[in-house]
C-alpha cells in the first residue's frame, strides 16, 4: 500500500518558537495533502487542506498565519507551527490522497506529538 | 467541524467474539473509510467503500457503505488480541476533480478481554 512519512516523529520546544513538521508520500505523488490535529483521546479534526503549487485552504477556527503550509512539491508538504504556545500541544498527523480510476483514498503518515513547554 | 456519530464508543468482548459498530451522519457522503489507530501511531487503513450500498471485506473485517449514503457499519469476525485498539470511520466528500479532508467519528475503543 502507499506510504507517508512524517518528520519528526516527535518535537519538544519551548513556548513562542517555531516548530516545522515534514509530510512526504514516498511512492506516489499526492497534489493533495491534509493536515489533521489529534488531542489525546479525541478524535482527528481537519486542520487544513494542502495542494501543490497553491495555497492552502484552512478550516474554520484555524488560524492561516499561525499553521503556516507549503506544498512545493507533488511529495512533500509542511507544516510550520509558528510561535508555538502550549494549547498547540498535540498529535499532528498528515494524510496525502492518492487518486486514480474510481477509487480516491487517504493515506496518513505516523504522526508527529508536539509538546510546547 | 462536523463529526459523525460513532457507536459504541468501546466495547469490552471476549477473544472469539463478533463484534459490530457503526457510524451515521446527517449530511451525505459519497465515500466511506474505516481506519484502526494504535497509540501514537497514525491511522491504518482497513476498509475504503465507494458505493452506496457497497459490501466489501478484508479478511475477518466486513464493512457497508449504507444505501442513503448516511451511514456505514464495520463487523470484525472472530475477534482476536491483536484487534484491540481504536477504530475510527471517516466520511469524505468528493466533488468535480477535488476531495474534501476527512470528516471523522469519535471513535470506537475495542478492548478484549482474555
Known amino acids: 500500500g502507499a506510504v507517508v512519512s512524517q518528520h519528526p516523529s516527535r518535537v519538544i520546544c519551548k513556548s513562542g518558537t517555531s516548530v516545522k513538521i515534514e509530510c512526504r508520500s514516498l511512492?506516489?505523488?499526492?497534489?493533495?495533502m491534509f493536515w489533521y490535529r489529534q488531542f489525546p483521546k479525541q478524535s482527528l479534526m481537519l486542520m487544513a487542506t494542502?495542494?501543490?503549487?497553491?495555497?492552502?485552504?484552512?478550516e474554520q477556527g484555524v488560524e492561516k498565519d499561525k499553521f503556516l503550509i507549503n506544498h512545493a512539491s507533488l511529495t512533500l508538504s509542511t507544516l510550520t507551527v509558528t510561535s508555538a504556545h502550549p494549547e498547540d500541544s498535540s498529535f499532528y498527523i498528515c494524510?496525502?490522497?492518492?487518486?486514480?480510476?474510481?477509487?480516491?483514498?487517504?493515506?496518513f503518515g505516523p504522526g508527529t506529538r508536539l509538546t510546547v513547554l | 467541524g462536523q463529526q459523525l456519530n460513532q457507536s459504541p464508543q468501546s466495547m469490552f468482548i471476549q477473544e472469539g467474539e463478533d463484534v459490530s459498530m457503526n457510524c451515521t451522519s446527517s449530511?451525505?457522503?459519497?465515500?466511506w473509510l474505516w481506519y484502526k489507530q494504535e497509540p501514537g501511531e497514525g491511522p491504518v487503513l482497513l476498509i475504503a467503500?465507494?458505493?452506496?450500498?457497497e459490501l466489501t471485506s478484508n479478511g475477518r473485517l466486513t464493512a457497508q457503505f449504507g444505501i442513503t449514503r448516511k451511514d456505514s457499519f464495520l463487523n470484525i469476525s472472530a475477534s482476536i488480541p491483536s484487534d484491540v485498539g481504536i477504530y475510527f470511520c471517516?466520511?469524505?466528500?468528493?466533488?468535480?476533480?477535488?476531495?474534501?479532508?476527512?470528516?471523522f467519528g469519535k471513535g470506537t475503543h475495542l478492548i478484549i478481554q482474555p
Open positions: 471517516a466520511g469524505q466528500l468528493i466533488i468535480g476533480g477535488g476531495a474534501d479532508g476527512l470528516t
Open positions: 494524510s496525502a490522497r492518492q487518486s486514480g480510476g474510481v477509487s480516491d483514498t487517504q493515506y
Open positions: 467503500l465507494y458505493k452506496a450500498g
Open positions: 494542502s495542494n501543490e503549487g497553491s495555497k492552502a485552504t484552512y
Open positions: 511512492d506516489f505523488q499526492a497534489t493533495t
Open positions: 449530511s451525505i457522503f459519497n465515500t
